[in-house]
């Protein structure tokens, strides 16, 4: 089908929470994923993709604006986002699209544009400005418990509730089926109301839609074929210490994180006390349930994909398959995301472009960032990639070139300040803006540094990838960390703000560049 204009269609596809090394593309040697590997045969898969951030609103704010933690300053769920910043959505409709939603961007708004009481101001799960939402699905999923409902489903017990297993006998971590079926889980729900919304668009009239996807984000359960695909038994053995004393003795932030926010029934609904206290048979279970998330919400894009192609739009749509963060699974005793080890970081990239058939199942192992997501689909649309953005596009890649003075680095953030409640102030004596790290990582070597005077950790991932040994302490090793630390340092001076930094007042007027307010 010939597009209008000759501007391709977009999907932005987003799987929340899902690993970077869990895809059968790149060698996992358990998961399968046969719709996000045909994606990869045909477009470029970056095997060292990493989030900006953790956890989902500050992950989506480096997502959405192509800046750093530093810069956008999303610091926690619920930080809002300045509205002064662009965005993805802004940026696409300012060239022709409306960029259409379906599940959620988990974005607090700017409270100095609304009145005290609005109740959007009670929530983190505000709507990204620019997009248009076709089908809103945060995490109470109310439409899709109202539509199982419809199909006669018993969605009475409501969010996350309706997550347990049917067998009100099933111990506390078990395989046991849900309520609904395959064809009923809330990433069926969405794929099917995209691609209700894919019929209805006017022929040759380009579309950007963005599906957001909640799979393979806990609660860990998943209905048949998809609870006994894998067996528990199988899979590499975790990164972590010999007890879960000794993780928790290995640094002052694991030892409160695991005591203090490592609850059960976040991630099992019903479930009580730490995740710590979990068996390794337990664990191993909640993986191949995890693993099985994943094949779940993989059937789902391979039914999105042949919607596409049905529809004459295949060949002239970009399709960005990502993720927002990752997920522990178990590692170093951890569910979830946050800290600093990869496993929370390393999410999946595939990249799929029109007229770019050359690259064609490429697989890229230079680091890439959440932040190069923007400038790459605004080159990709033809749009002006802001020059104050912290991302770089990946265009050449799907050139089938390298580009000049690629990054040799990933670099990530997170902050665990407790603005509202001042828990985690309160635990380590510290203000909020001192509960932080910075993390840079090559290929050999991983720095992390702290804020508020928490001692550093330093890996060598060429002999320790599983990163279970801190030399950070260790004379031998302290020109490395002395050299990581200057290198942080001139990373993030080079990457402070710009948004005005590089214009400059001149006799004929401003000069240079300046981000104008929306």
């Not at 045909?38 to 500050?58: D, I, M, N, Q």
């Not at 689909?377 to 799907?398: N, R, T, V, W």
């Not at 001076?493 to 006799?507: F, G, I, K, M, W």
Request: with cysteine; aromatic share 10%; glycine share 10%.
């Amino acid at each position: 089908m010939a597009i209008k204009g000759g501007r391709p269609n977009i999907l932005l596809i987003t799987c929340d929470q899902w690993r970077g090394d869990s895809l059968s593309a790149v060698g996992h040697p358990v998961v399968k994923t046969p719709n996000a590997d045909a994606l990869a045969s045909e477009g470029v898969l970056f095997k060292r993709h990493y989030a900006g951030t953790a956890p989902c609103s500050p992950a989506r704010a480096c997502l959405y604006t192509g800046l750093y933690q530093m810069n956008n300053r999303v610091c926690r769920n619920g930080t809002p986002l300045d509205d002064r910043h662009d965005n993805i959505a802004r940026a696409a409709r300012r060239v022709g699209y409306d960029p259409t939603l379906f599940g959620y961007t988990d974005v607090s708004p700017d409270p100095r544009n609304r009145a005290p009481g609005d109740p959007y101001l009670r929530t983190y799960e505000g709507v990204l400005p620019g997009f248009t939402t076709r089908q809103l699905l945060p995490e109470h999923q109310k439409a899709w418990l109202s539509w199982l409902a419809a199909r006669g489903i018993d969605s009475s017990a409501g969010f996350p509730d309706v997550h347990r297993p049917v067998d009100v006998n099933a111990p506390e971590v078990s395989n046991a089926a849900p309520a609904y079926s395959k064809d009923e889980t809330p990433a069926a729900f969405l794929a099917g109301e995209f691609l209700r919304w894919l019929g209805e668009q006017d022929k040759g009239e380009p579309w950007f839609a963005h599906v957001s996807f909640l799979s393979p984000h806990p609660p860990f359960i998943v209905p048949g074929p998809f609870n006994t695909m894998y067996d528990p038994a199988a899979g590499s053995d975790y990164h972590r210490a010999a007890t879960l004393e000794a993780e928790k003795a290995s640094h002052p932030f694991l030892a409160y994180h695991l005591a203090h926010h490592q609850k059960k029934s976040s991630f099992i609904p019903g479930a009580k006390g730490k995740v710590g206290d979990w068996s390794e048979d337990e664990f191993r279970t909640i993986r191949a349930l995890y693993y099985g998330m994943i094949s779940e919400v993989d059937s789902q894009l391979g039914r999105i994909w042949q919607g596409i192609k049905a529809a004459g739009s295949w060949d002239d749509t970009i399709i960005i398959l990502t993720s927002d963060h990752a997920e522990m699974m178990g590692d170093h005793y951890l569910l979830g995301k946050g800290g600093w080890f990869d496993g929370s970081y390393h999410i999946p990239l595939v990249i799929k472009a029109p007229g770019h058939r050359q690259s064609a199942g490429t697989k890229i192992d230079r680091f890439t960032s959440a932040v190069d997501i923007v400038p790459t689909l605004l080159d990709l649309i033809s749009g002006a990639a802001l020059p104050h953005l912290d991302g770089q596009s990946l265009k050449p890649f799907l050139d089938g070139r390298e580009p000049t003075g690629w990054r040799d680095a990933a670099f990530w953030e997170y902050d665990f300040r407790s603005v509202a409640e001042g828990a985690t102030e309160a635990y380590f004596g510290l203000d909020s803006r001192s509960l932080n790290l910075a993390v840079i990582r090559t290929e050999a070597v991983k720095y992390v540094h702290f804020g508020g005077g928490l001692p550093p950790l330093l890996y060598d991932l060429a002999n320790d990838p599983g990163e279970t040994r801190n030399l950070a302490g260790d004379p031998a090793w302290l020109p490395t960390r002395l050299e990581f630390a200057e290198r942080l340092l001139a990373f993030r001076a080079r990457h402070l703000d710009q948004s005005l930094a590089l214009s400059e007042l001149a006799p004929a007027g401003a000069v240079g560049h300046f981000a104008r307010l929306p």
